[in-house]
Protein backbone atom coordinates (compact mmCIF):
# COMPACT_ATOMS: atom_id res chain seq x y z
CA UNK A 1 0.00 0.00 0.00
CA UNK A 2 1.27 3.02 -0.94
CA UNK A 3 0.11 6.88 -0.50
CA UNK A 4 2.08 9.00 -2.66
CA UNK A 5 1.76 9.53 -6.04
CA UNK A 6 5.67 10.19 -6.73
CA UNK A 7 6.07 6.31 -5.04
CA UNK A 8 3.15 5.22 -7.15
CA UNK A 9 4.74 6.00 -10.03
CA UNK A 10 8.05 4.78 -9.28
CA UNK A 11 6.44 0.96 -8.39
CA UNK A 12 4.83 1.60 -11.74
CA UNK A 13 8.61 2.48 -13.37
CA UNK A 14 10.32 -0.65 -11.45
CA UNK A 15 7.46 -2.89 -13.40
CA UNK A 16 5.35 -3.54 -10.10
CA UNK A 17 1.90 -3.09 -11.74
CA UNK A 18 0.16 0.00 -13.07
CA UNK A 19 -1.84 2.73 -10.99
CA UNK A 20 -4.14 5.01 -11.06
CA UNK A 21 -3.38 8.85 -11.15
CA UNK A 22 -5.52 12.36 -11.26
CA UNK A 23 -5.52 14.00 -14.62
CA UNK A 24 -4.26 16.76 -13.15
CA UNK A 25 -1.25 15.45 -11.45
CA UNK A 26 -0.22 13.72 -14.82
CA UNK A 27 2.05 16.82 -16.36
CA UNK A 28 3.86 16.89 -13.06
CA UNK A 29 4.22 13.12 -12.08
CA UNK A 30 4.84 11.72 -15.82
CA UNK A 31 6.16 14.14 -18.17
CA UNK A 32 8.02 13.17 -20.79
CA UNK A 33 9.09 9.68 -19.04
CA UNK A 34 9.99 7.43 -21.89
CA UNK A 35 9.44 4.17 -19.94
CA UNK A 36 5.56 4.88 -18.71
CA UNK A 37 2.72 4.90 -20.89
CA UNK A 38 -0.87 6.67 -19.90
CA UNK A 39 -4.13 5.13 -21.02
CA UNK A 40 -6.88 7.48 -20.29
CA UNK A 41 -10.06 5.89 -18.90
CA UNK A 42 -13.21 6.69 -20.82
CA UNK A 43 -16.56 7.41 -18.77
CA UNK A 44 -18.20 5.90 -16.70
CA UNK A 45 -15.04 5.80 -14.96
CA UNK A 46 -13.11 6.03 -11.36
CA UNK A 47 -14.80 8.88 -9.83
CA UNK A 48 -13.50 10.70 -6.74
CA UNK A 49 -16.09 11.28 -3.87
CA UNK A 50 -14.99 14.29 -1.48
CA UNK A 51 -16.61 15.47 1.87
CA UNK A 52 -16.85 18.39 3.60
CA UNK A 53 -16.00 17.77 7.11
CA UNK A 54 -17.05 20.53 10.13
CA UNK A 55 -17.37 20.48 13.45
CA UNK A 56 -20.66 20.07 15.35
CA UNK A 57 -23.01 23.38 15.76
CA UNK A 58 -20.45 25.06 13.20
CA UNK A 59 -21.55 28.62 12.95
CA UNK A 60 -21.21 28.58 9.20
CA UNK A 61 -23.35 26.07 8.17
CA UNK A 62 -25.20 27.76 5.50
CA UNK A 63 -22.15 28.73 3.53
CA UNK A 64 -21.27 24.82 3.44
CA UNK A 65 -24.62 24.41 2.21
CA UNK A 66 -24.05 26.69 -0.75
CA UNK A 67 -20.35 25.18 -1.32
CA UNK A 68 -22.28 22.01 -1.53
CA UNK A 69 -25.02 22.94 -3.73
CA UNK A 70 -22.55 25.15 -5.73
CA UNK A 71 -20.83 21.89 -6.43
CA UNK A 72 -23.75 19.55 -7.03
CA UNK A 73 -25.04 22.07 -9.38
CA UNK A 74 -21.46 22.30 -10.81
CA UNK A 75 -20.60 18.87 -11.14
CA UNK A 76 -24.29 18.32 -13.42
CA UNK A 77 -23.30 21.37 -15.92
CA UNK A 78 -20.09 19.18 -16.38
CA UNK A 79 -22.17 15.72 -16.67
CA UNK A 80 -23.96 17.13 -19.48
CA UNK A 81 -21.28 18.00 -21.55
Not at 33 to 53: V, Y
Given at each position: ?52 ITRPNYA ?22
Amino acid sequence: KASSLNTLIQLVKGKMGATLVPEMALKELVGNKKDLSISHLDEPGPHREIALITRPNYAGMENVKMLVDFFGNSLKELDKN
